[in-house]
């Protein structure tokens, strides 16, 4: 089955340092992606669609230039948490959309202090 | 706009019990819906989705557009089924752009 990475796991930084996040479609081309955050008990919620070679769209209430996106090639899109603050503590999941579904990634807990 | 509703948040059934999770929708055009599940240390994962009309793993899910409702059911729970289940739905084809319920964990008492 179609299986998606991401890089790092977990990650812990100061606050107004900046971290990206790698999403990789393993054995298969995602033209898009998807960008997830989840709060805990809460559920996930999109945050942005990346699509290759083109602009991310962003939903409403995500800043992009606070959470930059860039989907360079079939298999990897990138966030990055620019100057990160205590507030962007999180869990952050990406997918890959395929024929029918989403393959999801198993996420990246980040930690701002 | 659109809603998804899990009312409930957590739900615990003995082995061999029925099970239903609720799920309810709100949406103005023709969407379609999904269940997905989220096994202990495991990623989220596609359980089913309404346009397929298939069992999976023994669970089944009836869209019910008069009660805009997409209810998850199984006749006998197995303890191998606690997981964190959510209902999802996409008003785009093809699961682009999904939206999700707030969840239900599911346990499934031995």
């Known amino acids: 089955g179609a299986v998606v990475s991401q890089h790092p796991s977990w990650v812990i930084c100061k606050s107004g340092t900046s971290v990206k996040i790698e999403c990789r479609s393993l054995?298969?081309?995602?033209?898009?992606m998807f960008w997830y955050r989840q709060f805990p008990k809460q559920s996930l919620m999109l945050m942005a669609t990346?699509?290759?070679?083109?602009?991310?769209?962003?939903e409403q209430g995500v800043e992009k230039d606070k959470f930059l996106i860039n989907h360079a090639s079939l298999t990897l899109s990138t966030l990055t948490v620019t100057s990160a603050h205590p507030e962007d503590s999180s869990f952050y999941i990406c997918s890959a959309r395929g024929v029918v579904t989403q393959y999801f990634g198993p996420g990246t807990r980040l930690l701002v202090l | 706009a659109q809603r998804v509703t899990q009312p409930e948040k957590l739900l615990s059934v003995f082995k061999g019990a029925p099970v239903e999770l609720k799920c309810n929708y709100s949406?103005?055009?023709?969407?379609?819906l999904f269940w997905y599940v989220q096994y202990s240390r495991q990623r989220l994962q596609l359980l089913l989705r309404h346009i397929s009309r298939e069992s999976i793993k023994g669970f089944t899910a009836d869209l019910n557009k008069g009660e805009t409702s997409f209810h998850l059911k199984k006749p006998f729970a197995q303890e191998e089924d606690s997981a964190m289940y959510y209902c999802a739905l996409s008003g785009l084809p093809g699961a682009n752009n999904l939206f999700f319920g707030t969840g239900t964990r599911l346990t499934v008492i031995p």
């Open positions: 054995d298969f081309q995602a033209t898009t």
């Open positions: 990346s699509n290759e070679g083109s602009k991310a769209t962003y």
């Open positions: 949406y103005s055009g023709s969407p379609e």
